[in-house]
């Protein structure tokens, strides 16, 4: 999408910090930084709800045979030594406070995050999905 704008084939985009990141800095494919050059970021909905955050879990089933390396996986995912190499590498917002953000994403300037449940986001996606479809947003 953010090449769309950059080609002048449209005036919006949606996209990702990672994308951004990994576009504004890639040396394999130059052009690419052109492109995140060519739009500006803005957080949607910070007079109201916030921008959505994309999200990811881990857990435990019931039925895990390593319950106790399951969890010491887990901790060391979210510590700060891991947080901080995501943040590092991959342009992304570390779940854990106090893990410093990658400086090309911090010049990206704070945000108020949409604090919504997973469920309500699920349930409104057959509508998200059909207004995608109607205003041929991908397209």
């Known amino acids: 999408q953010v090449k769309a704008v950059y080609q ?3 005036d919006v985009a949606v996209g990702n910090t990672y994308y951004m990141g990994k ?3 890639n040396t394999k494919d130059p052009v690419q930084k052109e492109w995140a050059q060519s739009v500006n970021i803005i957080f949607p909905n910070q007079n109201g709800r916030g921008a959505h ?3 990811s879990g881990a857990g435990v089933t019931t039925s895990a045979k390593n319950k106790a390396n399951a969890i010491k996986l887990i901790e060391f995912l979210s510590d700060d030594a891991a947080q901080k190499i995501y943040a590092e590498s991959n342009f992304e917002y570390p779940v ?3 893990v410093p953000l990658h400086p090309l994403v911090a010049s990206w300037g704070k945000f108020k995050a949409d604090k919504a449940y997973l469920s309500k986001i699920a349930n409104e996606r057959t509508k998200a999905t059909k207004m995608v479809d109607q ?3 991908n397209r």
């Open 8 to 10: 002048g084939e449209c």
């Open 23 to 25: 576009m504004a800095t």
């Open 53 to 55: 955050v994309n999200v």
């Open 96 to 98: 854990k406070a106090g």
């Open 135 to 137: 205003v041929a947003f």
